[in-house]
């Protein structure tokens, strides 16, 4: 069974751009979440999609904003890149959120914002 | 997150010896994961504890939840270098909680 894909692996970006990334979650996963991992603030959550509507949101800004398809694919987008914005982003799909099995998590995409 | 603390930051031991990690909350769980994470990759799913008193086991990694003191331990028997990256735990707070809220990791180094 294909685990949780995310793509692009690497991204460098210009700061002022834009970036969208992308999570395939495992087949029969409804919930989507996404994280953001630095070294100083470790991993905090972005926010958590299921049936295509967002059910919650942590705390960042409205620059980070995301999306759910009917195939549960996810992405999220960044606007306006800041040099703070430089981490690592990892998805995480489950079949219901806060479900007894887990979630499991992507491998990532890196973010490097210059 | 000071919501979850991790003891210790990190953690170096020789092979074959037993080590445990500790995540302490101050809030109430409703779950308690332990992940794992090679640095710069995703994290693998270890173990889910619900109920105050449950102890989960995995080859060699056993993990307990102690409600009273809402605090989680991870033990490692006789580490090897395969047990070395950086352990995680998440939590949810509250039953309707969809997110989970991580501590700040263990470090571990395994000497061969």
């Known amino acids: 069974k294909a685990g949780v894909t995310q793509t692009p692996r690497y991204l460098i970006k210009t700061r002022g751009q834009q970036v969208t990334l992308s999570c395939s979650p495992i087949?029969?996963?409804?919930?989507v979440s996404w994280y953001q991992q630095t070294p100083g603030q470790g991993l905090q959550f972005l926010f958590e999609?299921?049936?295509?509507?967002?059910?919650n949101k942590g705390n960042f800004p409205g620059r980070f904003s995301g999306r759910q398809f009917s195939n549960s694919r996810s992405e999220m987008n960044v606007s306006t890149l800041e040099l703070g914005d430089s981490a690592l982003y990892l998805c995480?799909?489950?079949?219901?959120?806060?479900?007894?099995?887990?979630?499991?998590f992507g491998s990532g995409t890196r973010l490097t914002v210059v | 997150s000071q919501e979850l603390e991790q003891s210790p930051q990190s953690l170096i031991v020789q092979e074959g010896k037993n080590l445990t990690i500790n995540c302490t909350s101050s809030?109430?769980?409703?779950?308690l994961y332990w992940y794992k994470q090679k640095y710069g990759e995703g994290l693998i799913f270890l173990m889910m504890?619900?109920?105050?008193?449950e102890e989960k086991s995995h080859e060699k990694i056993t993990a307990k939840l102690d409600e009273k003191k809402q605090q989680s331990s991870l033990h490692i028997t006789a580490s090897q270098p395969s047990h070395a990256g950086i352990y995680l735990c998440?939590?949810?707070?509250?039953?309707?909680?969809?997110?989970?809220?991580f501590g700040s990791g263990t470090q571990l180094t395994v000497l061969p």
């Open positions: 995480a799909s489950s079949l219901v959120a806060g479900g007894p099995n887990g979630y499991t």
């Open positions: 087949s029969g996963h409804r919930s």
């Open positions: 999609y299921f049936s295509e509507t967002q059910r």
């Open positions: 809030k109430t769980l409703y779950g």
């Open positions: 504890l619900q109920k105050g008193g």
């Open positions: 998440g939590a949810r707070f509250g039953g309707s909680a969809r997110q989970l809220t």
